[in-house]
């Protein structure tokens, strides 16, 4: 591996510390996708209830903000763990399919993404949003859709749009961490 491969890419930010950056990128393009979403639906989410989780009141763009700090959060998460040998393995490793061995690195990126969402939301909205709303003696619980199609859509959005911005701007092609399902 020469130098400049570990240091360049087309956007300038592949380097062995390059992930941070394109995770907290995709992140925050991921959260202003699932964003808009949310605005479409139902505008209150982004106003009134994600200021509410934090006992914030529902002022000007708070919402909004604090809704692109989680997506900045879980975009430097997604960098992290993909760019991790035993998940960069399985997702570089070449499969005995005709179809996935003919898959790019960056379609299968997108596709790490798009698990990702699906985890975010298992995860956060519905095992530790209830928990913390719970927590704090919040009535905003009633106002969280987190098992609303919605809610599954724009986590899939954010992790798809999240995988896609990541694979563009971070080079995970050089690396080379083996197949973790070998012996």
Avoid: C, K
Avoid at 46 to 55: E, F
Avoid at 140 to 151: L, T
Avoid at 174 to 181: A, T, W, Y
């Amino acid at each position: 591996m020469s130098a400049e491969s570990d240091t360049t890419s087309a956007f300038g930010i592949s380097s062995q510390w390059g992930w941070p950056i394109g995770g907290a990128l995709g992140g925050a393009v991921g959260a202003a996708a699932f964003g808009i979403l949310m605005w479409v639906f139902d505008p209150d989410i982004l106003t009134a209830a994600i200021p509410a989780i934090y006992g914030f009141e529902p002022v000007g763009v708070a919402g909004w903000g604090i809704h692109i700090a989680h997506g900045i959060v879980l975009g430097i998460v997604f960098g992290f763990l993909v760019t991790r040998d035993l998940i960069l393995g399985a997702v570089t490793m070449n499969p005995e399919t005709d179809v996935l061995s003919q898959t790019a690195i960056a379609a299968r990126i997108v596709a790490a993404g798009f698990v990702f969402g699906l985890a975010i939301w298992a995860i956060l909205p519905l095992i530790v949003l209830p928990v913390w709303l719970e927590a704090i003696g919040t009535e905003a619980a009633g106002e969280f859709p987190a098992i609303a199609v919605e809610s599954l859509v724009g986590h899939l959005l954010f992790g798809t749009v999240l995988g896609i911005v990541f694979a563009a701007t971070v080079d995970v092609s050089d690396r080379s961490p083996g197949n973790p399902f070998e012996e």
